[in-house]
């Protein structure tokens, strides 16, 4: 046997109660859920920080500064030694025999155009030497391998192709270390050949480059320049690539050409001409190694294979990461576009279909109304909540509150009023679907009213909530509810997302005919509808839209009337709004899935099933959970993309908001002038929604209990006047 | 679990909640007051089914096929009285009470943020030796 309270155990006999160590055992704490989360943010950033380096978005691209002096390089450099070797510490320049041509690529692999000149270079039976990105080589290993295969000759271009001259000396060592651990671990061998980035003949070196290539030696490695460039990066067509790679006589050289970086079909078609031609003319292709005399390439060592290795598989990840986000971006953005041109094009129908002459829900309503207010330790709101609805224009109302143990007096709150149209009837704790369902089997007429305990209706709002009953259709309405404690930022945020929730998503929802939720603080409903869905279940938390899609599936129509207006207290702290809406998310994700049924079931209850729940999945759980791509971008951005689009960006998402919430405002007759809070609800409030309902989910999968949570009242909508 | 009936019992260690808020001698507790003979007084306790028989896509058995509980033990204030809650339709959604698969969750988030680590700073003192100059070995 055990104990209820608030829907949920707390507690009871023998083998049912759980120990309390068995409790906080199960329970992480919420410290732990925190750092869990900033050990998550952790690895993305690093991700996202790998993803970035490898995109070359750490270092500017061929910026250079400084002057271009070549004072301090040696005359025999200048003077056309295209090979530079400083290993031993002394000079060694050196140049390709006569009638012979190192062909060389830089910037590659890539994944179109490298294969096409492989194939080329096959054809002809030419070695060549690829100076290679490292980043380049991380995600196209295999056709690193291909190239060592195929007997051609890697060499280092840097990981990812700065401007070295820019750099520190450990960036560049970075540089060097990095790309030939990657050839290391895809292709086996080491690379002791490199080219600078930007470089281009030898006797464009000057005092800036002179200093990169000494470091290079340094660091074990040959710079090599070229002799002829084929200028093929700037497309200039095949025949003056070819005319541009020539040699003059029978002068060796080492050519410059480009695997990648864009469209190189110029490239691939003049290395088809050029290879027989230069062949016929008694020109042998060689490595630039082999035509030095030099040994061919040693194995890598473990070190090099294990840190290539490791960067490898980061760079994969990191970029999957982001081509993941960049994908999830697109998704966010067609269905913010698609959830916005919707909401533009049938709220404003709506509005205008409901606001003409000729517009009648049939016959005006006069049946007595029910109005059930569950109440549980609302002693600082219920006496206002009670005589504004006491007190409607309506004709014939009845107030039944319903006190679901309250023990702050409440319900003697609520008979020191002494309005004679009003019950109060207390009922065993059993939380609030126990509550209406009290009220439901109590009440004295058909047509029901519910309404939450901290909500203040205005006047008519009785009387114009049920008239939509004229039509016989309908079987449940919803109200026009609006926030009532705007005084902090925190009511204004909430009451501009009402205001948008209510004057669009609503009409929206009603004109589609898949309302999923009629709101707890203000909505009618037909007894016989009601019963039909079978009352309000405590299966899920948010027994308002259970009931609701319960409805729908019971064949009733449920709709949207903007004019009955209800104010209500909106949480007013952040920890309570995010207990509130951890509630609300969680239990509309437990109503989905409990209606799951109807996407496959035949007659109305497939027809809502079928429009509404991917309509309501979509759009309140998906969008909202793949939302934090657009923070997480604008950040990326701001760092490692141009701030000036990322900027522009974020503005045009929010002035798309910013119109939006005007055509919400305007269509609910509201004042702009909350609206000033709008651009900073993108700073917490947002994070914080977002946040919410990955909380949600993550209670969700891992079949966490979810408590109700009583929400504290500060009853300063009740302790306003009432219009009218 | 599913809950099938509630006993309003004294719990264990809480004195204090096992006596009926709504005060006075233990009350009567069956069948819902049917609206239209409702009319009696204003205030007033009441006893009612906490869920309506279900009228839409997923019947709930009637009460009378439900196994009976057996009462509460008595000793507390209330303990002779008894409320009997028709079952929800449907249990607790997306509960687990056996707490499995928080555990597995829990493992396998933990394993993978792990490995991830691991990698991250394996990755980090690869690079940050190269930066340092320190010998990485061949």
Not at chain 1, 199 to 225: E, I, K, P, Q
Not at chain 1, 688 to 716: F, N
Request: with cysteine; glycine share 10%; net charge positive.
């Amino acid at each position: 046997m055990a104990l209820w309270r608030g829907g949920e155990r707390i507690g009871g006999t023998g083998d049912l109660t759980p120990s309390p160590r068995e409790s906080t055992r199960r329970r992480p704490s919420a410290r732990g859920r925190w750092v869990f989360a900033a050990v998550i943010t952790f690895i993305l950033v690093n991700v996202l920080a790998v993803g970035a380096y490898a995109n070359s978005r750490f270092a500017p691209d061929h910026q250079r500064t400084g002057t271009r002096s070549s004072d301090s390089v040696p005359a025999p450099v200048r003077d056309g030694g295209t090979v530079v070797d400083l290993r031993g510490g002394t000079l060694d320049a050196r140049r390709m025999p006569a009638r012979t041509i190192a062909l060389t690529f830089d910037d590659g692999p890539d994944p179109v155009w490298t294969p096409k000149v492989l194939d080329v270079l096959s054809r002809h039976h030419a070695p060549a030497t690829f100076f290679v990105l490292g980043s380049q080589v991380s995600r196209h290993p295999d056709i690193t391998r291909r190239m060592v295969r195929e007997g051609h000759e890697l060499g280092i271009h840097t990981f990812t192709h700065p401007e070295l001259t820019n750099l520190p000396t450990w960036r560049r060592r970075l540089e060097y270390s990095q790309t030939e651990a990657v050839i290391g671990y895809t292709a086996g061998v080491r690379a002791p050949l490199a080219r600078l980035p930007y470089s281009s003949a030898v006797d464009a070196v000057d005092d800036a480059d002179w200093a990169v290539v000494r470091d290079s030696g340094r660091l074990g490695y040959v710079s090599v320049f070229e002799d002829t460039d084929s200028q093929d990066w700037a497309r200039p067509g095949p025949d003056a690539i070819v005319r541009n790679a020539t040699p003059e006589g029978d002068r060796g050289a080492i050519v410059l050409l480009h695997d990648s970086g864009g469209d190189r079909a110029q490239t691939v078609a003049a290395l088809d001409r050029f290879i027989p031609e230069m062949q016929a003319r008694g020109y042998r292709f060689t490595t630039v190694s082999q035509g030095l005399g030099w040994p061919a390439a040693t194995p890598a060592g473990t070190g090099d294979r294990i840190q290539g290795g490791l960067l490898v598989w980061a760079v994969r990840i990191a970029d999957a990461t982001t081509r993941g986000f960049w994908l999830l971006l697109i998704v966010v953005g067609l269905l913010t576009l698609a959830r916005t041109l919707l909401l533009f094009g049938y709220a404003v129908r709506h509005a205008h279909r409901r606001r003409a002459p000729t517009w009648s829900w049939g016959d005006r309503i006069t049946e007595p109304v029910t109005v059930i207010v569950p109440a549980y330790n609302e002693r600082t709101t219920i006496a206002a909540a009670v005589h504004s609805l006491a007190s409607g224009s309506h004709p014939g109302i009845e107030v039944l509150v319903v006190d679901d143990e309250s023990d702050d007096g409440t319900a003697q709150e609520v008979e020191r009023l002494g309005l004679p149209n009003v019950r109060v009837v207390q009922v065993p704790g059993g939380g609030k679907a126990a509550a209406l369902n009290a009220g439901v089997a109590l009440a004295r007429h058909d047509l029901l009213v519910m309404v939450d305990a901290d909500t203040v209706v205005e006047p008519d709002a009785l009387h114009r909530l049920v008239q939509p009953f004229g039509d016989p259709r309908v079987g449940a309405v919803a109200g026009n509810v609006k926030v009532g404690n705007r005084r902090r930022l925190i009511g204004r945020w909430q009451h501009i997302e009402y205001v948008i929730g209510f004057s669009l998503d609503r009409r929206l929802y009603d004109t589609l005919h898949c309302m999923p939720t009629i709101p707890g603080a203000l909505g009618a409903f037909r007894r016989e509808a009601v019963l039909a869905a079978g009352g309000l279940s405590r299966a899920t938390l948010a027994e308002d839209t259970d009931l609701t899609m319960g409805i729908h599936r019971a064949g009733w129509r449920v709709v949207y009337e903007e004019t009955a207006v209800a104010r209500t207290e909106a949480p007013s702290t952040l920890p309570q709004l995010w207990r509130q809406r951890y509630r609300w998310s969680y239990g509309t994700m437990q109503a989905l899935w409990r209606h799951r049924r109807a996407l496959i079931e035949r007659g109305p209850s497939g027809r809502f099933g079928r429009r509404g729940l991917p309509f309501i999945a979509l759009f309140s759980v998906l969008l909202p959970l793949l939302a934090p791509v657009v923070d997480i971008f604008a950040v990326y951005g701001l760092f490692f993309l141009d701030r000036y689009e990322t900027v522009l960006a974020w503005l045009a998402v929010l002035a798309i908001q910013v119109i939006t919430a005007i055509l919400a405002f305007r269509l609910d007759r509201e004042p702009l002038r909350p609206l000033w809070a709008l651009p900073l609800q993108q700073f917490v409030y947002r994070q914080v929604m977002y946040l919410v309902l990955v909380h949600s989910v993550v209670t969700a999968l891992s079949g966490g209990a979810l408590k109700w949570q009583k929400l504290r009242r500060t009853g300063e909508v009740a302790a306003q006047p009432t219009a009218g | 679990m599913k809950k099938r009936h509630v006993a309003r019992v004294p719990m264990p260690g809480q004195p204090g909640r096992g006596r009926s808020r709504t005060g006075g001698a233990p009350v009567a507790r069956g069948t819902a007051t049917p609206p239209s003979a409702a009319a009696g007084p204003d205030v007033g306790v009441a006893a009612v089914p906490t869920a309506l028989p279900r009228g839409g896509a997923s019947p709930r058995p009637p009460l009378s096929t439900l196994p009976a509980e057996p009462p509460g033990d008595g000793s507390g204030a209330d303990g002779a009285t008894e409320t009997l809650q028709a079952p929800d339709a449907t249990a607790e959604i997306f509960v687990d009470h056996s707490g499995r698969r928080a555990r597995t969750l829990r493992r396998v988030a933990s394993a993978l943020v792990l490995l991830a680590l691991l990698l991250i700073v394996a990755l980090w003192v690869s690079q940050g030796a190269e930066v340092l100059g320190l010998p990485v070995p061949a």
